[in-house]
Each structure stands twice: as structure tokens, then as C-alpha cells.
């Protein structure tokens, strides 16, 4: 049975992300703040005549999450009858999605919004911002994060995401619960050894989503297990492959490149089982940074009979984020044990929330106060909750 928990969990996420500080750990994500962002606000525009024009440049069509954010977005935006949104499908290239920025800003657009293709490169969302203050257009990015210094760069600027570090500890948390349930430690530590070795299905490298959730869903997990005196922990299996890319924390380092593909994720993992064995204890848990790649891990156990959802099937516990509607069924069907939701539909509200702010004659950031806001810069944080 599926269970929403909606609540926040404080302090658990305190004792977690306070328990990382004590070893080495990637560069902490900005602690998000409950007031207003304290940037200077630029002078108000004047309302629009009428419906102002609004693009938004999805980085791809093909992601599942983003799908449904922007399903979302145009459902939503019949209560906005001030905006007239144009959606453009950027096709994963940087150079295309540069190309309908400008042409947006030739034709004549009134704000941009940007899913950024490129996330390990300040320069890039640094030229889409300049492209946008060139033009005195706001601009709003959001879902894939850009650094603080590409935002306060601008005063008509705004980030709208989620917090990089708290997906990765609620998914922590969803594991250390699983395990911790009756006689679960136990029984999926196939071998005995008091370790639960897991996979990584890890995201898009120079991406901070994938950087945390890698590194918090574990450290979060563990920290968890050792509170509650529980008799396993979790170890990198030696299924995953091996990386000298991040901080030498015995977790960052060792991952399937799958990149947020279901497809790279089921090639990895079927070729990984072909010499690790979930029988003999090789693959006890998969952790996947999306659903889309545990959803491929998910297809490539239910190869070698693995999670299938029959009655009496053997099963690896498989977590994910999103909270993607195909994820929800496979959790429901004893497929797939966890993951964590990103509010698509309250991304798109937020986005929309603003983009009426330009419409009505506001400041971006207009009446925001009720929202969670990065102290000293303009990103507001959507909260995560956990699906199991």
C-alpha cells in the first residue's frame, strides 16, 4: 500500500545532515531559509496591456519528471488567462536551446523560462542571464540548479527548484525505515556479512541533484541504521564502477553512469548481473538518483526473475526520486520498494506564480513570502516528500 508522508521530518533531517559536517562530505548546498530573499528587488514594470508572452524551454520532451511538470504547467495555465505561454523542446543541446532563446528575444517575448541543458558550466547560464538582462527580460531558471552567482548577477533573475541535499537524505530515510522494518535487515543481507551492498544508478555528472543524492541518500541511510543499533550498513557493491571524479567519502566514487536513462540503467545493470549475483549476496539494494533509471534496474532483474511482483518472487529493494506515475505503479505492484517525490505540479505553480507577478506589473519576486527562499539570493526551494 503506497503512503505519502508530506511532513518534512526536521529532525531527522537535522541529525542527518548534521551527522555529514563530522566527515568528508561534498560541498554543503545552500540551507534553504523561511523568509524572503533578502536580493535588492529591481523597480516594478507597469501591468501588461493584455496576456504577456511567456517561453519556457524545456532542456528535452523525453524526460518523464519534466513531462509532467510541464503537463502540469499548461494545465494550470487556463487559471492564468494574463499569460500566453510558448513551450520549446531543446532537444538535450545547449547550442539549440541558445538559438530559440534568441530567437524568443528577437520575436518578442515578455519572460523567459529556462530548463537549463548544460549544469556543469557557469558560463552557460551565465550568457542565457546576460542574453536576458541585455534585453531588460526577466528570467526565471528552474529544476536543474545554476550556482547563486549566476542569479544574483541579475536582479531580475530567480531559480525555482528543489533543495539538492534533501532528496538525497529523504531517500536515505526511506531506506534506513525499509530496513529497519521487522526482520528486513536481516533478510536482505542475502550473505550474512552485516553489509547491505547496493548499487548506484547515478545522474548527469557536474549536476549538484546527482552529486547530493548520491552522497546523501547513503550517508543519511547509514547514519540512520547506526542511531537505531541496527546490525547492517550499507557498502558500495562491487557491481558498481569505480570514479576518481569526486571526494575520496567511500561513496561518491562508486556508481553506474546511467545518467538519468532507463535505458543506460537496464544496460548497466543487466551487464553487472552477468558477474553479480543477488543470490549469493553480490546486489542486495539499488538506489537510483531518478525512477526512470530505477525503473531500468527494475527491467533488468526482472530478467533473471528478480521483482516482479508475483507472489513469492525474489526482490532487491529499488528507491528512486520523482515520484514519476510509473514509479507510483511499481510501487504498488511490489515492483519497485521506494521513492521520493518532487512536486512537478507545485514547480509549475511556482513558475506560474511568478510569470503573473510580471503580468500584473510586479517584481518578480512579488509576494513570495509564503514560499521557502535562500537567504541573500533569489531561489526558491519546491520540498520533497517520500512515497513507499
Request: glycine fraction near 6%.
Amino acid at each position: 500500500m503506497k503512503k505519502l508522508f508530506a511532513t518534512l521530518l526536521t529532525v531527522v533531517m537535522i541529525l542527518s545532515l548534521a551527522a555529514c559536517a563530522e566527515t568528508s562530505a561534498p560541498p554543503s548546498s545552500p540551507a534553504p531559509a523561511d523568509n524572503p530573499s533578502s536580493a535588492t528587488s529591481p523597480a516594478a514594470p507597469q501591468p501588461a496591456d493584455g496576456p504577456i508572452t511567456v517561453d519556457v524551454f524545456w532542456y528535452t520532451f523525453a524526460d518523464t519528471f519534466l513531462a509532467g511538470v510541464r503537463n502540469s504547467m499548461i494545465e494550470q495555465e487556463e487559471n492564468f488567462p494574463n499569460i500566453n505561454a510558448r513551450h520549446h523542446d531543446s532537444m538535450d543541446t545547449q547550442a539549440t536551446q541558445i538559438e530559440q532563446i534568441q530567437t524568443a528575444i528577437m520575436q518578442g517575448t515578455d519572460l523567459l523560462v529556462v530548463n537549463i541543458v548544460t549544469t556543469d558550466a557557469e558560463d552557460v547560464a551565465l550568457n542565457i542571464v546576460n542574453l536576458a538582462k541585455n534585453a531588460d527580460i526577466p528570467v526565471i531558471l528552474f529544476n536543474r540548479e545554476v550556482s547563486d552567482n549566476v542569479i544574483n548577477s541579475y536582479d531580475k533573475s530567480v531559480f525555482i527548484g528543489t533543495d539538492a541535499a534533501e532528496a538525497g537524505v529523504f531517500q536515505g530515510m526511506a531506506i534506513a525505515n525499509f530496513l529497519l522494518q521487522g526482520d528486513n535487515a536481516s533478510r536482505f543481507d542475502v550473505d550474512g556479512d552485516g553489509e547491505i551492498k547496493y548499487i548506484m544508478l547515478r545522474g548527469e555528472h557536474g549536476n549538484l541533484e546527482a552529486l547530493y543524492r548520491t552522497y546523501y541518500s547513503v550517508k543519511t541511510a547509514n547514519d540512520m541504521l547506526a542511531q537505531a543499533g541496527a546490525s547492517v550498513t550499507l557498502v558500495p557493491s562491487a557491481a558498481n564502477e569505480t570514479s576518481t571524479l569526486y571526494d575520496d567519502d567511500g561513496i561518491s566514487n562508486f556508481f553506474l553512469y546511467a545518467n538519468w536513462s532507463a535505458a543506460e540503467a537496464f544496460n548497466l545493470v543487466n551487464t553487472a548481473l552477468s558477474a553479480h549475483s543477488p543470490t549469493a549476496g553480490d546486489i542486495e539494494l539499488a538506489i537510483a538518483n531518478n525512477d526512470d533509471a530505477a525503473l531500468g534496474v527494475i527491467q533488468a532483474l526482472n530478467e533473471i526473475g528478480f521483482n516482479t511482483g508475483a507472489s513469492g518472487a525474489p526482490l532487491v529493494p529499488v528507491f528512486g526520486v520523482d515520484a514519476t506515475d510509473v514509479a507510483r505503479i511499481a510501487i504498488d505492484d511490489g515492483r519497485m520498494t521506494g521513492t521520493v517525490m518532487q512536486d512537478g505540479a507545485g514547480m509549475a505553480a511556482a513558475v506560474l506564480e511568478l510569470s503573473a507577478n510580471i503580468a500584473n506589473g510586479n517584481n518578480l519576486m512579488a509576494n513570495t513570502g509564503h514560499h521557502n527562499i535562500d537567504d541573500g539570493v533569489n531561489k526558491m526551494r519546491i520540498p520533497h516528500a517520500i512515497v513507499e
